[in-house]
């Protein structure tokens, strides 16, 4: 069966055009879309479960370690009668105890305090052991027994510790609560101990929960995902926003998984779904190869036909099988008005979708959807970009300002996140106006980050001044999200290899902290808890430097 010219250069001008247009918009997304959740979820589910391993490790160590120290000192007491009723015995075997628990305890991490206790309706007396760590040197140190009979059992903070256990016969992990008897947040594991159905006593450990939600604290998922803990029944028992008791709900545009752990806590972790599917480079390649594919399928079409057709449709085939293969410099110049002419055009026409999508996708990866500006992806790219023009000597000097806005908790819990957006917008379009000679970037939910080169650099103090009176400003503006409030930290490198980027923007970090101290103090406003963490965590790096 014979096709003429017309009916040839029409399938394939239809099979380029149609497939290539429709197939790569609307397959090319759903597949994009699809793969980068899958992954991203599995990514994150794989970093949660790794985080909670860590955690009950943690515990079933303590456990273990409790569990060994009950076991001996019951083993003691039942082969000796006298060791609760003889007030010899007792304090002798005390100090065996204590020691044998000083040699062990220093291999456990995070450990606060360990303690064994009789009870004192035998003893008549209130010893027991209880060493705590001594947080200077990291020892364990002998601390003063609390005298049980001083308090009620409803007393939580002081003997909570004791009664609990008692009362429910089994060992327990009990929730976090404040210990006043060594003034510090903790988590306890303990064994209540019998004989004969008779309470003889508790061993039991605790463990510094403060120490460990900073490490926890520490843990991000994806850009500004973040992790914290819950009870069985969802209350907050640690997050780096929220006050202990409340319960979390997440955004729309938040992903949440919930982990449990042995000691009946879950640790929960939350991400934005925009930074999930901000991971393009690994969809770009998919999105390529699928382009490819499509070409290579047009290719066989035009092959297929092109046996029959004249020198001119050769030609375009050749300048196909170059953009099929990436060369996106291919030419469709045949100026020819018939069939084969718009053939060119088709090809032409789809060249330059190819492209624009490409490019399209490049400019989603590395800009912030929310104000507009580069993201942390392509501050990341700039950094590395920044390290190698600094070694090959085109960047002399350089200066990194931290922009931190204040504020945005309090109008996003009375006005709600719609206008903590407007808040964000409207502050980021400020440090824009003022750093027009800088890359601006928004590396997390509230903070932002400007690269000082040549003129900025030069007038870096006249615009922190410029800044400052620009916020002024707004002070009398009608809306809370109009009233901008930002706490700024600059870091200077004068010399650009003499130090390294980190530390420029740690110095920029430091500083930030700094002004936004002052803020809070001139506006009588105490400072977050995050916000004192990351002056904590200064003011350590502060001392490590004095004694290096």
Request: hydrophobic share 35%; proline share 3%; glycine share 6%.
């Amino acid at each position: 069966m014979k096709f003429s010219i017309q009916t040839k250069i029409l399938v394939l001008s239809l099979s380029s055009t149609l497939i290539g247009t429709l197939s790569l918009g609307i397959l090319s997304t759903l597949f994009i879309s699809k793969t980068t959740q899958r992954n991203s979820m599995q990514y994150m589910r794989d970093q949660a479960n790794s985080e909670a391993a860590k955690l009950n490790n943690l515990f079933e160590s303590h456990e273990k370690y409790t569990m060994a120290a009950a076991a001996g000192v019951f083993s003691q007491i039942k082969d000796d009668s006298t060791f609760l009723t003889n007030p010899n015995n007792l304090s002798r075997n005390i100090n065996g105890i204590r020691e044998r628990l000083k040699s062990t305890i220093s291999s456990l991490s995070n450990t606060k305090s360990v303690f064994v206790r009789f009870n004192p309706d035998i003893t008549h007396s209130s010893e027991g052991v209880y060493l705590v760590r001594n947080p200077s040197n990291g020892m364990f140190e002998n601390h003063a027994t609390t005298n049980i009979k001083q308090y009620s059992p409803s007393d939580v903070e002081h003997v909570g510790w004791y009664y609990k256990p008692i009362m429910t016969g089994n060992p327990i992990w009990l929730p976090p609560y404040y210990n006043k008897n060594i003034n510090a947040y903790i988590i306890s594991y303990v064994i209540p101990m019998f004989l004969d159905n008779k309470e003889i006593g508790v061993a039991g450990i605790d463990i510094d929960f403060d120490g460990m939600t900073k490490q926890l604290s520490q843990v991000h998922f994806m850009q500004s995902g973040f992790a914290f803990l819950e009870d069985s029944e969802g209350f907050v028992l640690y997050h780096p926003t929220l006050p202990n008791g409340l319960t979390f709900k997440p955004e729309e545009d938040q992903i949440m998984l919930s982990t449990p752990l042995i000691n009946g806590m879950n640790l929960v972790t939350v991400a934005p779904i925009l930074e999930i599917n901000a991971q393009r480079n690994r969809h770009i390649r998919q999105s390529i190869i699928f382009i490819l594919l499509l070409l290579a399928f047009t290719t066989a079409i035009t092959i297929f036909f092109s046996r029959s057709i004249t020198k001119p449709l050769k030609e375009l085939t050749k300048e196909a099988k170059k953009m099929i293969t990436g060369d996106m410099n291919a030419e469709f110049n045949i100026k020819q008005n018939d069939e084969i002419g718009e053939l060119a055009k088709s090809f032409a026409a789809a060249k330059f979708h190819i492209i624009q999508h490409m490019k399209q996708m490049q400019g989603l990866a590395f800009q912030d959807s929310l104000t507009g500006v580069r993201n942390k992806m392509a501050y990341d790219s700039y950094l590395s970009e920044l390290k190698d023009r600094i070694e090959r000597g085109e960047v002399k000097s350089y200066g990194i300002a931290v922009l931190d806005t204040n504020n945005l908790k309090e109008i996003n819990d009375t006005y709600g996140h719609e206008n903590g957006n407007a808040y964000l917008v409207n502050s980021c379009k400020l440090i824009c106006q003022i750093f027009t000679h800088s890359p601006v970037f928004r590396i997390g939910g509230d903070e932002f980050l400007v690269v000082l080169t040549g003129r900025d650099l030069e007038n870096h103090s006249e615009l922190m001044t410029q800044l400052k009176e620009s916020m002024d400003l707004t002070k009398n503006a009608s809306f809370p999200w109009k009233q901008i409030s930002i706490a700024c930290g600059l870091g200077i490198a004068s010399y650009a290899k003499g130090t390294t980027i980190e530390e420029t923007f740690n110095k920029a970090d430091k500083n930030m902290y700094i002004n936004k101290r002052e803020i809070k103090i001139a506006e009588h406003r105490p400072l977050s808890r995050d916000e004192e963490t990351h002056e904590e965590k200064h003011a350590e790096s502060d001392t490590e430097k004095d004694d290096a």
